[in-house]
């Protein structure tokens, strides 16, 4: 996307951030050969799937483990699309899980009007209903740039969305500072709450600071330019928007308050914009937490996270940012410093299930940040029946790469090797799945994933065929054909030690054992062994 997102330059002094606030980083290519990704993020439903918007009005999902994302959602009739227009933002309901609902942002055909609109889940949980309920729509005539594009719930359970003051230079309506327009503006809804009153499938929360006085009752706060990209600290609730300057600052503000008012156009970042000279009072508007001029080829903020990972791939509260143009990517943490200088146009950045980091390329990649280790891990996944049981996993790491063991799910644990250094074992347990249906969960292992897929509690029948086994003197083998749910395991057993299994000693739903037997050259006319598989017992004879 090519709003300006406001380039980090703070007016703090540029500093190093020394080690070992931060490991050896690097950026590892999850996917490419997107088209005009703008945004990231995931559902919150425990299936760890990344969820990857497009420009022109689709949303790709991504599967754990896969590099192919396949298509969610695709309104691409529906959106008008080029320069900052576009499908821009998306955002799932915090019960998601249970209700299946999400809301997308986008300019409309037609007129380029800004709509917020929900869709559903289907019953194939990787492609969405195409059923549309229309929320909000705000006309954004004449200009195509300033669109804002976020949505994101906040910790008390609204929908926040980040509206830009409607485009041009200098915002001529004043949009940004009129109570009256949504342009321009953080609004807040409560998406599960009609106004039957207002007639609108949402209602503002009774604490926003216009309802009940002069101004929309959907306002959270004024005085913004161009909100891109806003985000919420998963631990504390803060609210941290990169709000776009025009040609000399950009700025990053937090916290975002009821009723506050950040400045625009009266100020951009911290300075009188000159367009209302009169009315420059700081004490009228809240500074932004820091800004930064438009240096070294900087010139859209590119709004970031929190980072409250369990990897500890950064420290603990840092804030993680970075400017469309330059292709630098910024932390903040007091000061600002640069990790990486790319060449990527970041359009977004994301935030997975786990907290860990993303970085969106408008060029077609999506990228995750993550520790510089030579690391591996064998196996890469495990099966598990619904009893559960406990495995480990081995780590080979080159030494000196510390590393950290997390999961993501509450019935998968490690119970040994949570950190490392160099090569190391990971143990953990599963517990029992008292649900009919299979479960999947993570272990990350500094940026690499292994897969725990357990099933569902399900009555196991075994069945086999044949019945019995006859062998012929000089000897030979069989095949014996075992149909049982793919959720039930089921091992082999022989009674015999002349009477072998050479294929199939274990296996999970359908399968075959395969026997042998050498030549038999006893006295009795004929020798009697048996296999058991599950509850089934096969009996085999091999005549003189």
Known sequence: MKPRHVAYLVTV?????????????RLATVVGGLSAPVFVGHAGDGTNRLFIVEQRGTIKVLRPGSSTPTTFLDIQTKVL??????????AFHPRYFWNGRFFVYYTRRGDGALVIAEYGASTNSDIASSTETMLLTIPHPIQTNHNGGMLAFGNDGYLY???????????????????????????????????????????????????????????????LRNPWRFSFDRL???????????????????????????????????????????????????????????????????GGYVYRGALGVLASGTYLYGDFCSGEIFAWND???????????????????????????LNGSLSRIVSDCSLTMRPSTQSFDAAGGSSEVGVTASAGCSWTAASNAPWLHVIAGARGNGNGTVQYSVDAN??????????????????????????????????SGPLPQPGGGGIIAVTAPAECTWTAVSNSPWLLITVGAS??????????????????????????????????????
């Open 161 to 223: 969305i980040g509206v830009g003051d409607g485009g041009s230079g200098n915002d001529p309506p004043n949009n940004a500072q009129n109570a009256d327009v949504l342009l321009g503006k953080i609004l807040r809804l409560n998406v599960d709450q009609p106004d039957p009153v207002a007639a609108t499938r949402y209602s503002s929360p009774p604490d926003n600071p216009f309802v009940n006085r002069t101004g929309r009752d959907e306002i959270f706060a004024v005085g």
């Open 335 to 361: 000061a600002q410093r640069l990790l990486f200088d790319t060449t990527m146009n970041i359009s977004s950045f994301g935030e997975d299930e786990q907290g860990e980091l993303y970085v969106v390329d």
């Open 81 to 90: 699309s080029g320069g900052e227009q576009g499908l821009l933002g998306l």
């Open 13 to 25: 002094a540029l500093m190093c951030w020394s080690m070992p606030l931060f490991a050896e980083l």
């Open 434 to 467: 008292a649900s009919a249906s299979a479960r999947t969960g993570l272990l990350t292992i500094e940026g690499q994933i292994y897969i725990v897929i357990q099933s569902g509690n399900v009555t196991c029948s075994y069945a086999v065929s044949p019945s």
């Open 507 to 544: 296996g999970r739903g359908n399968g075959q054992v395969i026997y042998a037997a050498g030549a038999y050259i006893g006295r009795a006319q004929s020798r009697r062994g048996a296999i058991t598989i599950a509850t089934s017992t096969v009996p085999v004879t091999q005549s003189r």
């Open 236 to 302: 504390t609730g803060q609210q941290w928007v990169g709000d776009v300057g025009q040609n000399v600052r950009e700025e990053v503000d937090t916290p975002i308050v009821a009723g506050g008012n950040y400045g625009w156009r009266v100020y951009e970042g911290a300075s009188c914009s000159n367009v209302d000279p009169a009315l420059c009072n700081p004490a009228n508007f809240i500074t932004p937490l820091f800004d930064f001029s438009h240096v070294n080829g900087r010139c859209s903020v590119t």
